[in-house]
């Protein structure tokens, strides 16, 4: 997804990564119990892209529980397929917003994917490619 609001800016999106349905999927992620007054805030948060789902999920414990879920919208303007993983570290190295450089929150999803033990081939592709322009003088 472009990132307009966090890791990037309206005439400078960013990217950040974001889930689709796909059929017998797996996703690792957290699962937070929140209070109803806490929906309008994510809303807003989520509103650039994201529909709101509710998904059967399975809990650690292996419990079954129905959740919100924010999933990108492929008919939004700032839905991104990103194929060419060079072309996209590339324009993720040029890319700050409010919440920071966009290349540390790659960084950082990497990190949290290999301290839960979670291989995921795409992010850490496109952190391999990162590094490499990171290192280079063009992107300093």
Partial sequence: MASQDHRGTPTAPGRVLTLE???RARCFGMAYQIEHDVLEALDHRE???YLRHHKNIELESGEQVNALVYLGDPESPV???EHDLSKLAEHICKSKGPSGENKDYVYELAQALRMHGENDSYVFELEQNLKILDASDEYH
Avoid: T
């Fill in 21 to 23: 349905p796909s059929p």
């Fill in 47 to 49: 509103q650039n892209g």
């Fill in 79 to 81: 839905y991104k397929e």
